[in-house]
């Protein structure tokens, strides 16, 4: 069993920055997939960024390609995401997840929701404009 508990989320405006953290517990952190997803209101839960076990490999959705980092430090039990340039549209609740089955190549960085198993509660960021 793995938990992942959220922090860092609030309230910014446009432009600004924040830095979401997803610790992780319960099971050896080196050996998990990391992604982030989000959750507008009255929308699906949409993937953003996922890396691999040791952090070399990541993949983002298109509308926050240059804008947003996803990094991990191991030795920390913990992931990062780098919120740069905000935007209204992406205020959402934002989860972390962790994969931990292998799926065929150390470099795969799952992007749909199927492919997560352990989900954290969340954390609220809106941004105002």
């Known amino acids: 069993q793995v938990q992942l508990v959220e922090s860092g989320g609030g309230l910014v405006q446009a432009g600004g920055s924040l830095r979401l953290s997803c610790a992780a517990s319960g099971r050896t952190f080196s050996y998990l997939t990391m992604g982030w997803f989000r959750q507008a209101p009255g929308k699906e839960r949409e993937f953003v960024a996922a890396?691999?076990?040791?952090?070399?490999?990541?993949s983002y959705t298109d509308s926050v390609k240059g804008r947003f980092t996803v990094s991990r430090d191991n030795a920390k039990n913990t992931m990062y995401l780098q919120m740069n340039s905000l935007k209204p549209e992406d205020t959402a609740v934002y989860y972390c997840a962790a994969d931990p089955k292998y799926r065929g190549s150390y470099s795969y960085t799952p992007r749909n929701n199927y492919e997560y198993v352990y989900w954290g509660q969340g954390t609220q960021v809106t941004v105002s404009s």
């Open positions: 890396i691999n076990r040791n952090g070399d490999s990541t």
